[in-house]
């Protein structure tokens, strides 16, 4: 028997209406859940200044995307203009960034120092050295005086979330991508996290966060993984993981970025990236990781030539990444941000991805952005940032 009808009207229209709202607490709205996966984007564009016309600034507006990327160098394009021209425009460019959202957006790029070097000397900027030339010098005090000087430039433009260091240790010199590029401080892993660890904190001490990567391991790689599928199952070695065992351990670890690589030892014909297995299993359980877990490029041909958007969006997630990187330097996909969300949304909404998993994903995010907005200690700034460094920046 219902007992409402035995009630008067007013009272219930009450009832109803406490349940109604009661439900409706329980349950994220669309909306909510749409702005929660925003969160979890960070995307490239193509411009040196903000008109109301380019998508990125209706993606941090109207969608509340979590992060952009800078690049100096348009890949799809084949020229040298992006988004880095000069200091004073990048600072300019950084805040008109910063002033579309009253929240924390980040703003990221790939800093390592060398040649993987985003804000060139003939842009105006301070000149840089590599892992490998900071490594063989091996000055602990030196590595973080050099990192300490790098993020106050970033800080000073703008940038709050660096992509550097790298950790993979240098089992392959002749590596495409890490060895022959200077990206790798040593072959030795315990080398790797101590300069690893002096690099992160001459970053904090600045107000910057710092990403290691590239987990599990990218530094036995024989091919790139910005062209197509890599296996390191024959190269890889346990000790790769040792830099990120010690820095977990250590408590210095803001964000980790994951390696599109194959390893059959960790996960069957699953790139890390998409492996629950390696991710969830292996990083978050047995090294007891906590942080954001950061994507490589999902736009990588190791990636977008073997997976559908919608496959690799899914296994991403499902393994445990909290933020995918769209770069738009691969391939250049303009509404990439609105798709993104909107794949994401529907694997949501029919159960293929737990809410829990995006709820787990943005509370991280927002963890990491009030750090943002703490002033930086200024009791830990370290006496060798006045260190000459004995060799010639590049």
């Known amino acids: 028997m219902c007992l409402i009808k035995y009630m008067c009207p007013t009272k219930s229209i009450l ?11 329980g349950t994220p709205s669309h909306d909510d859940i749409e702005e929660k996966i925003a969160q979890m984007l960070i995307v490239g564009f193509r411009g040196y200044e903000l008109t ?55 703003i990221a790029v790939d800093q390592e120092g060398g040649k993987v070097n985003r804000l060139k000397e003939q842009y105006g900027f301070p000149p ?24 106050a430039t970033l800080a000073d433009l703008g940038f709050n979330l660096n992509f550097a260091p790298s950790v993979d240790v240098n089992t392959n010199p002749d590596n495409p991508v890490i060895g022959s590029l200077e990206r790798s401080f040593s072959d030795d892993p315990a080398k790797v996290a101590l300069h690893s660890e002096a690099f992160i904190k001459g970053h904090r001490e600045n107000g910057v966060y710092a990403t290691i990567k590239h987990f599990p391991g990218h530094g036995s790689s024989r091919d790139d993984s910005h062209l197509g599928m890599v296996d390191v199952t024959e190269t890889w070695d346990k000790l790769e993981l040792e830099p990120y065992r010690y820095l977990i351990e250590k408590e210095v670890v803001d964000v980790i970025m994951t390696a599109h690589i194959i390893n059959n030892h960790l996960d069957t014909d699953i790139p890390a990236t998409l492996s629950q297995k390696v991710l969830t299993g292996m990083l978050r359980s047995e090294l007891g990781y906590d942080g954001i877990i950061v994507s490589d490029d999902m736009q990588m041909g190791a990636i977008a030539d073997h997976y559908g958007l919608e496959q690799a969006l899914k296994a991403s997630i499902n393994a445990g990444v909290d933020m995918l990187i769209f770069a738009n330097n691969s391939v250049y996909e303009e509404d990439i941000t609105q798709r993104a969300i909107g794949i994401i949304t529907g694997l949501v909404e029919s159960g293929e991805i737990p809410r829990q998993r995006i709820e787990e994903s943005y509370q991280r995010i927002q963890k990491l952005k009030q750090q943002f907005a703490q002033h930086p200690d200024s009791a830990v700034l370290h006496e060798a940032q006045t260190t000459i460094l004995p060799f010639k920046a590049e």
């Open 15 to 25: 009832i109803l209406l406490t349940f109604v709202i009661i439900a409706c607490a």
């Open 128 to 151: 840089t050295v590599s892992h490998q030339a900071l490594g063989e010098y091996d000055d602990l005090d030196s590595t973080r005086a050099f990192s300490s000087k790098m993020a």
């Open 52 to 106: 109301d016309d380019v998508t990125i600034v209706e993606d941090i507006r109207e969608r509340n995307l979590g992060g952009v990327i800078l690049f100096d160098y348009d890949v799809p394009a084949g020229i040298p203009e992006r988004n880095i021209q000069s200091p004073e425009q990048v600072q300019s460019l950084n805040k008109s960034l910063q002033n579309l959202t009253d929240e924390t957006l980040i």
